[in-house]
């Protein structure tokens, strides 16, 4: 069954740095997703996105970060300079249909430590 | 603004014994309504979801949940918990004409022996 992948499962950084998480959504799927769980705390919207263009972003989702689909397969997240509260587990997802009921199909995560 | 709420962070309940998770939201609308399931160090997984139709609706592994539009509540249940029940599991909802799903804070269910 196809999966989403993500690369790294586990990131640690230095406050400031740039990290690139990555993710691999499934091969049919046009819509793209990033999630975080900051830990103890419930999974949140970042941002979706679709034919190369955001197209809904939560108000977490600010400058330091972007997104990006590279190539025909990999789709990124990017925190420009990352801060203790970035700290968390990212989650990718990809759905084929944007509509409210299609399902988005979730990868394993990369949890982020900025130290 | 739509949220949810689960009743319960963690549950523990006896292998055989029924598994109830509590799920409310608040919507202007009513929403589509998802139950996702997190196995340790694994993805958040589809248990199964209510769009439209028939109320009750069956998911995988022996899961069930009942969409109440009178109670604003969609709560999953299992007849006979497996100890492979063990997980953390998500209630979430979307707008009709949105993308973005929000999520529940979590349950944890254990099972014991």
């Known amino acids: 069954e196809p999966e989403v992948t993500q690369t790294p499962s586990h990131q640690v950084t230095q406050m400031g740095q740039e990290v690139i998480l990555r993710c691999v959504p499934i091969?049919?799927?046009?819509?793209f997703y990033w999630y975080r769980q900051i830990l103890g705390q419930k999974v949140e919207f970042l941002v979706s996105f679709y034919n190369n263009e955001i197209s809904e972003k939560s108000e977490i989702f600010d400058d330091q970060f972007s997104v990006e689909r590279p190539d025909g397969s990999n789709f990124t997240l990017k925190i420009r300079s990352t801060k203790l509260e970035d700290s968390a587990m990212y989650f990718c997802a990809s759905s084929v249909e944007r509509e409210g009921k299609d399902t988005q199909y979730f990868g394993p995560g990369t949890r982020l430590t900025v130290l | 603004a739509q949220s949810v709420t689960q009743l319960g962070s963690h549950v523990s309940v006896s292998e055989g014994a029924l598994v109830l998770l509590r799920c409310n939201y608040s919507?202007?609308?009513?929403?589509?309504l998802f139950w996702y399931v997190q196995y340790p160090n694994q993805g958040l997984q589809l248990l199964l979801k209510y769009t439209t139709g028939a109320t009750l609706v069956k998911g995988i592994n022996g899961f069930e949940a009942e969409f109440k539009k009178s109670e604003t509540s969609f709560h999953l249940t299992k007849p006979s918990a497996h100890m492979s029940d063990a997980a953390e599991y998500f209630c979430?909802?979307?707008?009709?004409?949105?993308?973005?799903?929000?999520f529940g804070g979590g349950t944890r269910v254990l099972v014991k022996p």
């Open positions: 919507s202007s609308v009513p929403p589509y």
């Open positions: 091969s049919n799927h046009l819509y």
């Open positions: 979430a909802v979307k707008k009709a004409a949105g993308n973005k799903l929000t």
